[in-house]
């Protein structure tokens, strides 16, 4: 079993933000974390804890599972 893909998830997370017409800077508010590390999740930079993948997909009006079932999809691709 492969763990997260950082870079994947963060193309989707990105996706997602642009899709929903959101900013870094509005979404990483509504989430609660710093811009600049959203940024780092976005590139693949940086790996999100469950909590900060929590509260991303509930800023992009979410589930966490339907993000995560986002995630699995795009690497089935």
Known sequence: MEGLDTLVLGKVIRQARIRAGMTQEVLSGLAG??????????TGDKQA??????????ALG?????????????KEE
């Open 49 to 58: 804890n469950l909590v900060t993948v929590w509260r991303i997909a509930q």
């Open 33 to 42: 974390i710093a811009r600049s590390h959203l940024s780092m999740i976005e």
């Open 62 to 74: 979410m589930r966490p599972s339907e993000l995560i079932c986002l995630v699995e999809e795009y």
